[in-house]
């Protein structure tokens, strides 16, 4: 089975440009979540999408919004970009789980760079 | 609040020693604990999970978590480091609005 898939890897944008990033969750997989990675702040969670719904929702600003279509690929976007937005942005999908919460399985990452 | 604590930033073992990552966490209700582990320039990877039940939980890669209720702790074990267990560890809870809360990490080196 492929794994979780994350385009692009590498990106680089300057201040106040948009920038959209892409993940295909595993086959199967229907929930798909996205984190924010930076040395200060560590992992911090951003949304979670399961059937073409936001379930929950971390504590960033307006600016990050994501989506998820009917083949459980989803996006986010990140709008007016700041310096600090520079981070590695992981998206994870969610196996079915039999009890109790479920195994997130993650993807490579897209390094986001903003100048 | 929900939390998540790793106290050790670092932790240096040698090859072939037992190695401990320490985790307490903070939640109300029964706890969903997670361990994942990133190697350099990639994602995070799944070792293991507490739900309930035993309070040992074994994992990939020979790694096990000991469950303490009473600490509020659920450290990460392995009997016999190896060089390739060099990474970056993450202990994580999952709160009851199911958001996952991750601690900051404990980079583990482990010298030959």
């Known amino acids: 089975k492929a794994g979780v898939t994350q385009t692009p890897r590498y990106l680089i944008k300057t201040r106040g440009q948009q920038v959209t990033l892409s993940c295909s969750p595993i086959?199967?997989?229907?929930?798909v979540s996205w984190y924010q990675q930076t040395p200060g702040q560590g992992l911090q969670f951003l949304f979670e999408y399961f059937s073409e719904t936001q379930r929950n929702k971390g504590n960033f600003p307006g600016r990050f919004s994501g989506r998820q279509f009917s083949n459980s690929r989803s996006e986010m976007n990140v709008s007016t970009l700041e310096l600090g937005d520079s981070a590695l942005y992981l998206c994870?999908?969610?196996?079915?789980?039999?009890?109790?919460?479920?195994?997130?399985?993650f993807g490579p990452g897209t390094r986001l760079t903003v100048l | 609040a929900q939390s998540v604590a790793q106290p050790e930033d670092q932790v240096n073992v040698a090859e072939g020693n037992p190695l401990t990552v320490k985790c307490t966490y903070s939640?109300?209700?029964?706890?969903?604990l997670f361990w994942y582990v990133q190697y350099p320039n990639r994602g995070l990877q799944f070792l293991l999970k507490?739900?309930?039940?035993?309070?040992l939980v074994k994992g990939s890669y020979g790694f096990e978590a000991e469950f303490n209720k009473s600490q509020t702790s659920f450290h990460l074990k392995k009997p016999s480091a190896l060089v390739s267990d060099s990474a970056l560890y993450f202990c994580a809870v999952r709160d009851r609005d199911d958001k996952i809360i991750f601690g900051k990490g404990t980079r583990l080196h482990i010298l030959p």
């Open positions: 994870a999908s969610t196996t079915p789980g039999l009890a109790g919460p479920d195994t997130q399985y």
């Open positions: 939640v109300s209700g029964n706890p969903y």
């Open positions: 507490y739900i309930t039940g035993d309070n």
């Open positions: 086959s199967g997989h229907r929930s």
